[in-house]
């Protein structure tokens, strides 16, 4: 997290677990609910990585362009099962969330999925730098 000299006198820095957990909370959330926005999470110098269709991972940045892929693949459409998140804080006061559940579609099958973020400080909380 944030070093003591980073955070104004008498505020507490959140612990990795209560960054990690807000922010999955809110993400899968709005991820669910109005796909269309969770680009907002993101910064142009963002990085999403996502398999192409022959298992290549292929790394989106910009948030036009992350929001396209996010749309593309069709996010909204999947009911996501949160069941692990570890979160552990990184270089310079960033941290590291792990996620692990299982996505259910229209199909109702469920499948097991598991996502990384790197969450960078700014002004204001922390953005997605890195999605994988």
């Known amino acids: 997290m944030a070093s003591s000299d ?9 612990t990795p677990d209560v960054v990690g957990n807000a922010f999955v909370h809110q993400y899968y959330l709005i991820l669910h609910q109005s796909p ?7 910064h142009d110098s963002s990085k999403l990585g996502r398999p192409d269709e022959n298992g290549i991972l292929s790394i989106t940045t910009t948030m036009q362009a992350i929001n396209e892929k996010i749309l593309a693949l069709g996010y909204g459409e999947f009911t996501a099962e949160i069941t692990s998140v570890d979160a552990q804080d990184s270089h310079s006061g960033g941290v590291l969330v792990l996620v692990i559940g299982y996505l259910t579609g229209k199909d109702t099958l469920k499948r097991k999925f598991t996502q990384t973020f790197f969450l960078a400080p700014q002004d204001k909380g922390y953005f997605v730098l890195n999605d994988i």
Do not use: D, K, T
């Open 36 to 42: 269309e926005l969770v680009h907002r999470f993101y």
């Open 6 to 14: 980073q955070v104004p006198s008498g505020i507490v820095a959140p």
